[in-house]
């Protein structure tokens, strides 16, 4: 692997560039949203525990499907915690569609769990976040750590529950300076246009 260029994802900046992003609290509450599979290893479940457990007015909006019996269990769990009405699911949707939910939302999470298949994979997810410059938060794994510096560009957490409820409210203290974090997220995102990386795909390929 010596040899190797990894050049990565890109992002498409004309698709996911808002005029005026969330600076302030929404009327109905804080809104998180997920934009993703729904899959096991990817976290909901802790999120969903967060809400239940937060003393903020918390509003999670779960954007994308997975298969039908774990689906199943995680709308059980918020049954069992008493948080329907604070759980949207979305279900999947166009992905020219996802700039508009992001757009509302206060907060986008990529809660993955640290596992190996996450540690290697680029986070393309986060690049759509930071380019619709919504507030990332994001668990420690390699990945993210590779474009999030905690409380520069977004906001890190260890993973759990607990962790990711201590976040929040660090996040939701701090939403003054939030808009010069939404900012820096934007300018990472920036650096990864798919024009930047095509050209860097060319230079590779052709030696130049």
């Not at 977004?154 to 759990?160: A, E, M, N, P, S």
Request: aromatic fraction near 6%; glycine fraction near 6%; hydrophobic fraction near 35%.
């Amino acid at each position: 692997m010596s040899d190797a260029t990894i050049i990565g994802m890109g992002v498409d900046l004309d698709l996911f560039s808002r005029e005026n992003p969330t600076t302030t609290q929404n009327k109905t509450g804080w809104e998180i949203v997920y934009v993703g599979s729904i899959t096991e290893n990817r976290g909901i479940e802790h999120v969903i525990e967060t809400v239940s457990n937060s003393n903020h007015d918390l509003q999670f909006k779960v954007v994308g499907d997975g298969p039908e019996a774990y689906v199943s269990s995680l709308k059980q769990l918020t049954v069992d915690r008493d948080v329907t009405d604070s759980i949207e699911w979305v279900g999947r949707v166009p992905h020219e569609t996802v700039p508009e939910l992001l757009s509302a939302a206060d907060f986008a999470i990529s809660p993955l769990q640290d596992i190996e298949s996450y540690q290697v994979s680029f986070p393309a997810k986060i690049l759509e976040y930071m380019a619709a410059e919504c507030l990332v938060i994001a668990t420690e794994i390699p990945a993210h750590e590779s474009l999030i510096e905690h409380g520069v560009s977004g906001y890190l957490y260890d993973g759990t529950q607990p962790g990711l409820l201590n976040t929040l409210e660090q996040a939701i203290e701090s939403n003054e300076k939030n808009r010069d974090i939404r900012k820096r997220g934007l300018k990472i995102a920036e650096n990864y246009d798919w024009e930047i990386i095509v050209d860097k795909h060319e230079r590779t390929v052709l030696n130049e």
